[in-house]
């Protein structure tokens, strides 16, 4: 879903367990839904290039994560466990 100009996801994205990838890029995001935790199966997250002020606390529940790029974003501070994602 790289550039696609998306300005923000539905919550019904958390519905997708068993999704492994998630590459949205170049788009225009500016919040992620908190449903964003509950993709218990995600290993890669790749969000450079949007405009990210935030990330929800619920990433933190992502424990199969092992790859998150937040490159070229707004972002001033990340949820605080988030450092605990180390599988």
Partial sequence: ????????????????????????????????PEEIGKLESLRELKLKSNGLLGLPASITSLSKLKVLELTNNKLSELPRDLGKLTE
């Fill in 1 to 32: 879903l790289d550039g696609n100009e998306l300005s923000s996801l539905p919550p019904s994205i958390g519905d997708f367990s068993k999704l492994e990838v998630l590459s949205l890029g170049y788009n225009a995001l500016s919040k992620l």
